[in-house]
């Protein structure tokens, strides 16, 4: 991947998650800078910037900050590979199964209601809209 460094309002404006946010999750440990720089500033990379992407997507879903750093304890070691048996292999592929199905549950859960909420909009326009013929007059 791409080493390049970032400041963090770059990686703010890429992940669309506030200064405070991404200032907020290293505080809890799910993602740490790279390096910093001689004046004490944050810096990123490429790989970082993945890392947020994956928790900012875990949230809308409803994951916890915990759940977050599971996943990506399970992936990070899956992806590192060194020294992991065939059992230890097995286990991080399950973790993170666990988690594709909880996200594919929550996804749909979400569906619906998005439909319900769409089913509302629709409902309220509909009672917006000027009736065709509000009155009729009869002699």
Do not use: C, N, W
Not at 32 to 56: C, K, N, W
Not at 70 to 91: K, P, Q
């Amino acid at each position: 991947m791409d080493d390049r460094h970032m400041q963090i309002g770059e990686v703010a404006t890429r992940t669309e998650l506030s200064l405070r946010t991404i200032r907020h999750y290293e505080e809890t440990g799910l993602v740490a800078p790279s390096a910093r720089s001689q004046g004490g500033f944050r810096l990123y990379t490429e790989t970082d910037v993945q890392r947020l992407m994956v928790i900012r997507r875990m949230k809308p879903l409803g994951f916890t900050l915990d759940q977050m750093r599971d996943l990506l304890d399970a992936t990070d070691r899956l992806d590192a590979g060194d020294g992991l048996d065939t059992d230890e292999r097995e286990g991080l592929v399950e973790r993170i199964r666990t988690y594709e199905q909880a996200a594919t549950e929550q996804v749909d859960k979400l569906r619906v209601q998005l439909a319900r909420a769409e089913d509302f909009a629709a409902t309220l326009r509909g009672r917006l809209l000027p009736d065709p013929a509000p009155y009729s007059v009869e002699r």
